[in-house]
């Protein structure tokens, strides 16, 4: 299983660091996407890194802002948010794209193994 964690209350234009690690599995030779969904609305790309971490992926909304990364190592990936915004108020959570490690997907139908997300929320 993927636990994400990090997540919390913070006031515009605060950062909050998001880590994904993986308990009974290696998530190393998998390329690891964040999601997020907000309350009454559908879950929706983040950002995504291939396994080596020589890769990365942004939805436009996070573009200079957000920051993804990896520890293999660790068996850990990192998600920065800095400059957070009301509208990044969501459930962030991380996944494992089993298939295909060296190319990414914006799909959340590409991804095998889920977090049980992290509550982020960002007040004005």
């Known amino acids: 299983q993927l636990q994400a964690c990090g997540g919390g209350l913070v006031q515009a234009g605060g950062s909050l660091r998001l880590s994904c690690a993986a308990s009974?599995?290696?998530?190393?030779?998998?390329?690891v996407g964040w999601f997020r969904q907000a309350p009454g609305k559908e879950r929706e790309f983040v950002t995504a890194?291939?396994?080596?971490?020589?890769?990365?992926d942004y939805a436009d909304s996070v573009k200079g802002r957000f920051t993804i990364s990896r520890d293999n190592a660790r068996n850990t990936v990192y998600l920065q948010a800095n400059s957070l915004k009301p509208e990044d108020t969501a459930v962030y959570y991380c996944?494992?794209?089993?298939?295909?490690?060296?190319?990414?997907?914006?799909?959340?139908?590409?991804?095998?193994?889920w977090g049980q997300g992290t509550q982020v929320t960002v007040s004005s």
């Open positions: 009974t599995r290696t998530i190393t030779a998998y390329a």
């Open positions: 890194i291939t396994w080596t971490g020589g890769t990365t």
């Open positions: 996944a494992a794209k089993t298939i295909g490690p060296f190319s990414l997907s914006k799909s959340a139908g590409s991804y095998a193994y």
